[in-house]
């Protein structure tokens, strides 16, 4: 990546010298230019590369800029939500609503993100072995997988909205406000868990662009969509709340609608048949059996979360739930443009593992743990000293700000070590060694952030502040853990 930006910066300054009178800006355009040539030609390629002879450092830039903008427009569905919302009239219940909601999601983003991984680990496998048609009938089965799983889902929580959020620690006056919102959202839940899965299996093949367009069209849908709905326009009535789910929804379903266009029809190395679609249950007992790890692991984590919400809702109250809620959409902003460039990692082991490129794959966790963790440490500085402004940008109630802006701040003191984190369990994930990073959460989340948390807050009367502090404690010992795992070595010797 240094050659690359060398380069840049040579072929920058020999455009500037043709000319002594170029000026500073004009330098700036001239680097830009050249830096937007390269990449594109870079991203060009991206589906004839070969990860597991190519540069690495190139490698990571095919994978990881799309994923990386796939996540931040991920990130950005629930931030638009959050913002028309946060300046509603009752924006302290419409912000609670939103975020406890999000907050029960996590149980589905887990199953997603579980049989995602899965998927991601076989498919980038048979591409390694040049097996194209077992790759796509795996990515297909996955599919059949989640959309048997996703009906109950979506029924069990369409007909109990109103006891969830009540069990989450929502206030009656908040359940009777946003209760069809919950709704809504559990109802099309479908479109989530084939975004992320779908996604998945476009980055086992090493063509992480078309995921990231997809999620591009889902949110400028999104965006378009809010503000319409939310506070009506023309012969369409101002559905508040409502009407954010309602626009989430629909912009996500234009994205898998994309997705299974590229699916079917694409140019890619993948080639989907409809008989495909025929179960296999040899083949879907053996991405059950992989995926239930990955599964674990991310519900373990997101029932923690639900666990934390809960404890602030209840020992702070609305306001208190409102800026918790909002501090933890902002962190995840920032942390899941992170979570995408840390999924390169995925691909590369994979694939290398795959070919036998064992120093390969090694190679590739290093690079993408440093660059992860130059990146969170930026962060880390931005989010601790610009909070307030973050925050002010979402809502104006002054109370909901304060208490957002100290958790905001609390939290990202362990972003480096969430980096790091990060790609050791992409690594992990990747080679299909899915048990290590499931019991690395449990012990993390459960034995040890769940019982800090009630401890700061029960026994040394911290309050929700408690909540705040267990977070990048219990984060950075489930990094030192991964890191002791991962020089074991044991996840090189996986087969899958």
Not at 200 to 207: C, H, K, Q, T, V
Not at 408 to 424: E, N, P
Not at 446 to 459: D, E, G, K, R, S
Request: charged residues 10%; contains cysteine.
């Amino acid at each position: 990546m240094a050659k690359t930006f060398a380069t840049l910066r040579l072929c920058a300054i020999k455009n500037i010298t043709k000319n002594k009178k170029t000026s500073r800006p004009s330098a700036f355009v001239a680097i830009k230019k050249i830096m937007f040539k390269r990449l594109k030609k870079i991203l060009q390629h991206a589906e004839s590369f070969d990860f597991t002879s190519g540069s690495i450092r190139k490698g990571i830039l095919i994978l990881s800029i799309p994923m990386v903008l796939e996540m931040a427009m991920e990130s950005v569905f629930a931030l638009v939500d959050l913002y028309f919302v946060g300046h509603l009239k009752e924006s302290n219940y419409a912000i609670q609503v939103v975020g406890l909601t999000e907050s029960v999601f996590a149980i589905i983003y887990s199953i997603a993100i579980g049989i995602s991984i899965a998927t991601t680990a076989i498919v980038a496998r048979r591409i390694g072995k040049k097996d194209v048609t077992q790759a796509g009938k795996s990515g297909v089965q996955a599919i059949v997988i989640a959309i048997a799983i996703n009906v109950f889902i979506s029924v069990f929580g369409f007909i109990y909205a109103e006891e969830i959020l009540l069990l989450m620690g929502a206030s009656a006056a908040s359940v009777v406000y946003g209760v069809l919102y919950t709704k809504i959202m559990m109802g099309g839940s479908v479109f989530v868990m084939l975004i992320f899965l779908i996604n998945g299996i476009f980055r086992g093949a090493g063509n992480a662009i078309i995921a990231m367009k997809s999620l591009w069209i889902s949110n400028i849908s999104n965006i378009i969509l809010c503000p319409i709905l939310i506070n009506g326009f023309w012969f369409i009535p101002a559905m508040g709340v409502t009407g954010a789910a309602i626009a989430t929804t629909i912009g996500r379903g234009i994205g898998v609608l994309y997705q299974c266009y590229f699916l079917f029809y694409g140019k890619g190395i993948l080639k989907i048949k409809w008989s495909y679609f025929i179960p296999d249950f040899k083949l879907i007992q053996s991405i059950i059996k992989l995926a239930t790890p990955g599964v674990l692991q991310y519900v373990i984590a997101s029932c923690s979360w639900i666990f934390l919400a809960n404890l602030v809702a209840t020992t702070g109250g609305d306001y208190a739930s409102s800026g918790y809620q909002t501090a933890i959409r902002i962190m995840m902003f920032f942390i899941l443009p992170a979570w995408g460039l840390s999924n390169a990692v995925a691909t590369l082991v994979g694939q290398n593992l795959g070919a036998q490129e064992i120093g390969r794959a090694e190679e590739s966790v290093y690079k993408t743990a440093k660059y992860n963790m130059i990146f969170m440490g930026s962060i880390m500085l931005v989010c601790f000293f610009s909070a307030h402004y973050f925050i002010s940008f979402f809502t104006d109630n002054q109370t909901i700000v304060d208490i957002a802006v100290k958790a905001l701040q609390i939290m990202s003191i362990g972003f480096i070590f969430y980096g790091l984190g990060m790609v050791l369990n992409n690594t992990f994930n990747g080679a299909g060694d899915n048990w290590t990073p499931t019991w690395i959460n449990v012990f993390g989340f459960w034995i040890f952030q769940v019982p800090f948390a009630y401890f700061l807050v029960h026994f040394y009367k911290m309050g929700p502040t408690g909540v705040f502090i267990a977070i990048p404690v219990a984060e950075t010992l489930i990094t030192i853990l991964s890191v002791i795992v991962y020089r074991r070595g044991n996840w090189k010797r996986i087969a899958i």
